[in-house]
């Protein structure tokens, strides 16, 4: 007989899916499981020790609810789809997050709705705290600032700023990254969860944080208002503005809240205010209403009590964490600051070293171009040395032909006055042969005269010639006879031709007409020859006084004192020719 085991009965489960603001995580529940199993397993899986604050969300139909701890899950008006959707959100609020959120991860999960309700425009926020509060998200996703790493364009893929801010202005993209940079740029050295409380603390002073806002209607006139639910206590809001409420009952002056069905009560404290009582459209919104204000009301109670030994050995561990944390931080921080160091010694070193190198290739360089040099101005102090022989030889010859050009220079002064007294006995030679050429132009002038004098006579004397033997020869050929005597016996004899001329003409008139010529001509042959002569004596000295000109011209050349041609000889020398063509012609 053998002993069946039994096998143990696996209890039925479903899935469900729970969205928290930066992870999506998958369960199987079982089926008797309550709403608290399920919330306490996600805040074991993130490590959240603080869960008065959140709860898990579903949709039911046109509006949300949350998960009830103490009913079945399944039991509750969840979606029936597989795998059940759940988002672990923040319920309740604190009145002062730097004083209430102890753990990181709750400050985190905290950053994260806020900032989402804040770029939903769920929460309304000026672009001044628009740009402010995106500057502290940078921080604490990017770190601190560096310009070599974060360059323009590195927040083009980030949501930082509402859609209203962004359209209320018109400015590019890049003109609000760079005013978000210019912020972003101060918070340097602040650290993930430091720039996510920032965030924080500057949100929670905005009007519409924490707020769970209400439709309701009041039941008298039926008037549309709405009902505003937060850490603080209730507050009654007109339909158009969410900022400012009419009314406001805080939590410690509220006596008891109640609702039948879509009535709700409020009781002030003081028995002498009235009653407040509104009306929702919705008996689920009125069970949610009451929810949050019991539990607001609870944690109003709570921050005002002692805190519990959990939450007093959570707030020591976190404040021990954070000393932790910031000493770590400080180690970090110095030796960040002496890796740095280290690194900027090491580009130093390095900077200093090629530098070293360039200087001893310079340096190289250099002595190659000094011995180069050095050959260079050994062969030039050679060339140097020679040229300085040559030219204290040169010095020597220059020293010779000095003393000789001064012997040269004094004879030269010597001939030059021996030639001066010459130019000027010249001169003087010259204005007498002027004298004389003047005189002899006019002595020529006198002789041209008389020539032509004596030339007119002969002429005169010819034609008497002439005229006498016409007369003459006739006559004696018509006479055989001697003629006549004419003496003083028969002094009226003539012989009259025509009755016209009468001409009484002698032997001796002839002979001495004759001999008169003769002596003319003679006179004349003489005076030609006369003129010839001092002609001849006048070429012959022009062309002594030339000769001793160019004679003394080259001399000047020669010692190089060359001096212009004397004017007067060059003119002197013109007339002398001029005179001469003139006898010459004569």
Not at 151 to 178: H, I, N, S
Not at 269 to 285: A, C, G, H, N, P
Not at 295 to 306: E, I, W
Not at 385 to 396: I, N, P, Q, S, T
């Amino acid at each position: 007989m053998s002993i069946l085991g039994l096998k143990k009965k696996q209890p039925k489960t479903f899935k469900v899916k729970v969205s928290t603001m930066d992870a999506e995580m998958e369960f199987s529940c079982e089926v008797k499981w309550k709403g608290k199993d399920l919330f306490d397993l996600v805040c074991r899986t993130i490590g959240l020790r603080e869960t008065w604050f959140f709860g898990l969300r579903y949709t039911v139909k046109d509006t949300y609810a949350w998960l009830k701890p103490d009913k079945r899950v399944l039991d509750q008006e969840v979606p029936k789809d597989s795998p059940i959707t759940f988002h672990f959100l923040a319920k309740f609020f604190p009145e002062k997050v730097e004083d209430e959120l102890v753990q990181e991860i709750t400050q985190h999960l905290f950053f994260l709705q806020v900032k989402k309700q804040i770029l939903d425009e769920e929460i309304f926020c000026s672009p001044e705290a628009s740009v402010l509060l995106a500057s502290y998200a940078v921080q604490a996703k990017y770190g601190d600032y560096d310009p070599n790493f974060h360059k323009p364009g590195f927040l083009a893929q980030d949501e930082l700023l509402p859609k209203r801010v962004l359209m209320q202005y018109q400015m590019t993209p890049d003109m609000w990254e760079e005013k978000i940079t210019a912020w972003y740029a101060e918070h340097r050295s602040i650290t993930r969860d430091e720039a996510e409380m920032e965030y924080l603390k500057i949100a929670q002073d905005l009007e519409m944080y924490g707020v769970s806002y209400f439709s309701i209607t009041q039941n008298k006139r039926d008037t549309e208002l709405l009902l505003g639910v937060d850490a603080q206590g209730l507050h009654i809001y007109c339909p158009n503005s969410k900022l400012s409420p009419n009314k406001s009952f805080p939590w410690s002056g509220i006596r008891n809240i109640s609702y039948s069905e879509k009535e709700f009560t409020i009781k002030p404290l003081d028995k002498k205010k009235e009653v407040f009582k509104f009306y929702s459209s919705q008996l689920r919104v009125n069970k949610l209403i009451l929810q949050l204000c019991i539990g607001n009301h609870d944690l109003f109670m709570r921050r005002r009590k002692v805190d519990s030994i959990e939450v007093q050995q959570m707030k020591a561990q976190a404040k021990e964490e954070k000393a932790r944390k910031k000493v770590e931080r400080q180690i970090l921080a110095r030796e960040k600051q002496m890796r740095e160091e280290a690194e900027r010694a090491k580009e130093e070193m390095e900077r200093r070293l090629f530098q070293l190198q360039d200087e001893a290739r310079m340096a190289n360089e250099a002595l190659l171009r000094s011995e180069e040099t050095a050959d260079l101005l050994a062969e030039k102090a050679q060339i140097a040395e020679e040229e300085a022989k040559l030219l204290a030889h040169k010095a020597a010859e220059a020293e010779h032909d000095r003393q000789r050009l001064e012997v040269t220079a004094l004879k030269t002064k010597e001939e030059k006055r021996l030639m001066e007294q010459k130019m000027r006995e010249a001169e003087q030679l010259a204005v007498k042969l002027v004298e004389q050429s003047e005189r002899r132009l006019k002595e020529a002038d006198h002789l041209k005269q008389d020539l032509n004098e004596a030339k007119d006579s002969e002429r005169r004397a010819k034609q008497k010639l002439v005229e006498i033997t016409k007369t003459t020869y006739p006559l004696i050929a018509a006479y055989s006879s001697p003629p006549p005597p004419t003496g003083p016996e028969n002094p009226d004899l003539a012989l009259d031709m025509g009755g016209s001329i009468r001409m009484d003409f002698k032997d001796s008139d002839m002979k001495r007409l004759s001999m008169e010529i003769e002596r003319e001509r003679l006179e004349y042959m003489e005076k030609s020859k006369h003129l010839q002569d001092q002609l001849k004596e006048l070429k012959s000295e022009i062309e002594s006084l030339k000769l001793e000109e160019q004679q003394q011209a080259g001399i000047y050349n020669l010692r190089s004192y060359a001096e212009p041609p004397y004017l007067p000889h060059s003119n002197r020398n013109s007339a002398y020719m001029a005179q001469m063509a003139f006898y010459e012609e004569v």
